[in-house]
């Protein structure tokens, strides 16, 4: 083992809960510095299969939280059969509600309340609490006998128990049905801001990744957001990537079988190369469902998947604009580091949008493809 494998690799593990059968098993969690020491990202990985109020009103300090909702029909996330809502706001007793029936992200801002997330299910859902801070915590609140409220901390650094939670093991389906047709909900649309609806996307790079896919695009995509990341099944083997590193934000490439619930359901070898320096790195090889964080200023790649049943990939970055620092060689000797961004360029078929590297406009692959090569313009280009 080397330095990488050892600290910088975590293995999920199926985990079973006892909250209530409206949550499908297993589930698999990576629970930032407690799984890995110095890690700054918190997420989960749930799949919901009956209806539940999930959830009380709390906020988090400091750290932004991302809830994720998708289809469970994997690759296709937009098989969205559910409804539902997510209180938010500033004051607690003036929450507003975002109703969610597609596909979509909701960014909670540190100190935003938030909660209850009203779920209510007609077809299997994924969520994924996305938190980016090392140590999970929250703050709820609690009435006093005399009226007034007692503020809760709750955190995986006292180890308390998140006692909404422990409510839910007498879980009841029959106790949530569905939203009446002419529900009332105060929503003003003040904070119809944080909600991101993702849309259907298709990358033309080759046949190696499942259609449709879904992509949040940072900043570019989600305004004020911190989060990049794509949801993609890789259904054949492939290289990826050159060797680049990135400046100054944590990266978290995640490898689950697509099966949800079960991303257990796993048969592949990844293959990655990580270090300080490009020409001694280390090479990391899991076969597992996994975290690998990617350390600020590290470099990596490339990856080489090797695929027997399909897996899904998740790169996750935490900052709002994507970009990589990478070397090339210069006539003279020596090297020349350049930059490459989410910031650089226009999309050549709709210029009024940024491009997302979807693949369709381009004459060939460019130059940080997988061998650093130009190829012939392949039949889609035209």
Same mark, same amino acid.
């Given at each position: 083992?080397?330095?990488?494998?050892?600290?910088?690799?975590?293995?999920?593990?199926?985990?079973?809960?006892?909250?209530?059968?409206?949550?499908?098993?297993?589930?698999?969690?990576?629970?930032?510095?407690?799984?890995?020491?110095?890690?700054?990202?918190?997420?989960?990985?749930?799949?919901?299969?009956?209806?539940?109020?999930?959830?009380?009103?709390?906020?988090?300090?400091? @750290?932004? =939280?991302? /809830?994720?909702?998708?289809?469970?029909?994997?690759?296709?996330? +937009?098989?969205? *059969?559910? #409804?539902?809502?997510?209180?938010?706001?500033?004051?607690?007793?003036?929450?507003?509600?975002?109703?969610?029936?597609?596909?979509?992200?909701?960014?909670?801002?540190?100190?935003?309340?938030?909660?209850?997330?009203?779920?209510?299910?007609?077809?299997?859902?994924?969520?994924?609490?996305?938190?980016?801070?090392?140590?999970?915590?929250?703050?709820?609140?609690?009435?006093?006998?005399?009226?007034?409220?007692?503020?809760?901390?709750?955190?995986?650094?006292?180890?308390?128990?998140?006692? @909404?939670? =422990?409510? /839910?093991?007498?879980?009841?389906?029959?106790?949530?049905?569905? +939203?009446?047709? *002419?529900? #009332?909900?105060?929503?003003?649309?003040?904070?119809?801001?944080?909600?991101?609806?993702?849309?259907?996307?298709?990358?033309?790079?080759?046949?190696?990744?499942?259609?449709?896919?879904?992509?949040?695009?940072?900043?570019?995509?989600?305004?004020?957001?911190?989060?990049?990341?794509?949801?993609?099944?890789?259904?054949?083997?492939?290289?990826?990537?050159?060797?680049?590193?990135?400046?100054?934000?944590?990266?978290?490439?995640?490898?689950?079988?697509?099966?949800?619930?079960?991303?257990?359901?796993?048969?592949?070898?990844?293959?990655?190369?990580?270090?300080?320096?490009?020409?001694?790195?280390?090479?990391? #090889?899991?076969?597992?469902?996994?975290?690998?964080?990617?350390?600020?200023?590290?470099?990596?790649?490339?990856?080489?998947?090797?695929?027997?049943?399909?897996?899904?990939?998740?790169?996750?970055?935490?900052?709002?604009?994507?970009?990589?620092?990478?070397?090339?060689?210069?006539?003279?000797?020596?090297?020349?580091?350049?930059?490459?961004?989410?910031?650089?360029?226009?999309?050549?078929?709709?210029?009024?949008?940024?491009?997302?590297?979807?693949?369709?406009?381009?004459?060939?692959?460019?130059?940080?493809?997988?061998?650093?090569?130009?190829?012939?313009?392949?039949?889609?280009?035209?």
């Amino acid at each position: 083992m080397g330095y990488y494998q050892d600290n910088c690799v975590f293995e999920l593990t199926p985990e079973h809960s006892d909250w209530g059968e409206f949550l499908a098993r297993p589930s698999a969690y990576f629970r930032g510095n407690l799984d890995m020491p110095g890690a700054t990202y918190h997420v989960g990985f749930q799949t919901f299969v009956k209806s539940v109020d999930f959830e009380e009103p709390h906020f988090h300090m400091a @750290a932004d =939280e991302y /809830l994720v909702f998708l289809g469970a029909n994997v690759p296709d996330v +937009f098989d969205f *059969d559910a #409804v539902i809502e997510v209180d938010i706001g500033e004051d607690p007793d003036h929450m507003e509600t975002l109703v969610i029936d597609k596909a979509a992200v909701v960014k909670v801002p540190p100190y935003m309340w938030h909660g209850p997330i009203r779920f209510r299910i007609k077809k299997p859902v994924i969520f994924q609490q996305a938190y980016f801070d090392g140590t999970w915590s929250k703050v709820s609140r609690r009435m006093k006998p005399d009226g007034g409220w007692d503020y809760i901390y709750c955190g995986e650094d006292v180890g308390s128990v998140n006692t @909404a939670l =422990e409510k /839910l093991k007498d879980y009841n389906e029959a106790d949530y049905p569905d +939203f009446a047709p *002419d529900r #009332v909900r105060v929503n003003t649309g003040k904070y119809e801001h944080l909600k991101y609806e993702l849309p259907e996307m298709v990358t033309y790079w080759g046949d190696w990744c499942a259609k449709p896919q879904a992509y949040m695009h940072g900043d570019h995509d989600f305004p004020g957001s911190h989060y990049h990341i794509g949801f993609q099944v890789f259904t054949k083997s492939v290289p990826m990537e050159v060797p680049h590193f990135h400046h100054h934000a944590d990266e978290y490439l995640v490898f689950v079988g697509p099966h949800f619930p079960d991303v257990f359901d796993y048969d592949a070898t990844v293959t990655m190369f990580i270090g300080k320096d490009p020409e001694n790195m280390e090479r990391i #090889v899991v076969d597992k469902p996994c975290v690998i964080r990617v350390p600020a200023g590290t470099w990596h790649c490339p990856i080489y998947f090797n695929i027997r049943k399909p897996l899904m990939f998740q790169a996750t970055w935490l900052d709002g604009i994507w970009h990589k620092i990478l070397r090339r060689e210069k006539e003279g000797g020596g090297w020349e580091y350049y930059y490459e961004g989410d910031n650089l360029r226009h999309c050549r078929l709709e210029p009024d949008k940024w491009c997302n590297i979807c693949g369709k406009c381009f004459a060939g692959l460019n130059e940080t493809a997988k061998d650093n090569k130009a190829y012939a313009k392949p039949d889609w280009a035209e």
